[in-house]
């Protein structure tokens, strides 16, 4: 079964600097790959998806997400964490073939942006 | 461009006692699935609905169970709830099958059980 690995339930950053959001996929074919964010109280939002069209993916708020097949990781980052950063990320799997549209999804990484 | 909406934002109950969540997709997108979000358990697949089929089931228990109707709205039942049931379950939609089209989620239902 496929699954994803979120290493580090809690970052904590500084605002203005460098987010990074570690995400490793086990899939013996590249999967397709999705970042979340999740506000207090509020169910979740689609930051980026990897669907091999690209390596390197951006996505909404200064997000991106480099695919590295070699490593099997699909690393959340962004240059300068604003506050609002703040809340609670998650990575996900699904299927390439089979399974259908099903998510699987890491334990989360709950990013805190200190002043 | 209306979100997913759920309904009820929350929801208490009794063990024994049945549930029922409703979840309405966006406009145009025919598949509909459910997660619950456990404390310490994280976010698990429950169920996928496309044109009214179920098409996948997490592995869950029986008296979980659900259904879409023609508009693609859909709901989930839960019968003889227990307390370990108590966690916040999400809907989410998307257009189908094809191409993994991303999820859209609503803010969940939150369940809880006393």
């Known amino acids: 079964a496929q699954s994803v690995t979120q290493l580090g339930s809690h970052v ?6 460098l987010v990074l959001l570690r995400c490793n996929y086990s ?10 964010v999740q ?3 509020q169910g979740l939002q689609l930051l980026l998806k990897y669907t091999s069209a690209a390596t390197l993916v951006k996505g909404i708020n200064g997000f991106e997400a480099e ?14 964490a604003h506050m609002s950063d703040a809340a609670e990320y998650f990575c996900a799997v699904s299927p390439f073939t089979g399974g259908g549209n099903k998510l699987t999804f890491g334990t989360g990484t709950q990013l805190k942006v200190e002043l | 461009e209306a979100g997913v909406t759920q309904s009820p934002t929350h929801l208490i109950k009794t063990r ?25 358990l994280g ?6 609905y ?12 029986p008296r979980f169970s659900g259904r879409q109707f023609p ?21 989410a939609s998307s257009l189908g099958q094809g191409d993994h089209q991303p999820q859209h989620f609503g803010d969940g239902t939150r369940l809880s059980i006393l």
């Open chain 1, 12 to 17: 904590s950053v500084s605002e203005g600097a």
């Open chain 1, 27 to 36: 899939s013996s074919v590249p999967p397709y790959l999705f970042w979340y």
């Open chain 1, 39 to 41: 506000y207090p109280n």
């Open chain 1, 67 to 80: 695919f590295k097949k070699s490593e099997t990781s699909f690393h959340l980052t962004k240059p300068s």
């Open chain 2, 16 to 40: 024994g006692q049945q549930a029922t969540l409703r979840c309405s997709p966006i406009s145009g997108h025919t598949s509909v699935y459910w997660y619950q979000q456990a404390l310490g």
């Open chain 2, 43 to 48: 976010l698990q697949f429950l169920l996928w």
């Open chain 2, 50 to 61: 496309d044109e009214g089929e179920e098409r996948n089931r997490g592995n869950f228990p």
């Open chain 2, 71 to 91: 508009n693609y709205s859909s709901e989930l039942n839960v019968n003889a709830l227990e307390l370990e049931d108590s966690a916040l379950y999400l809907c």
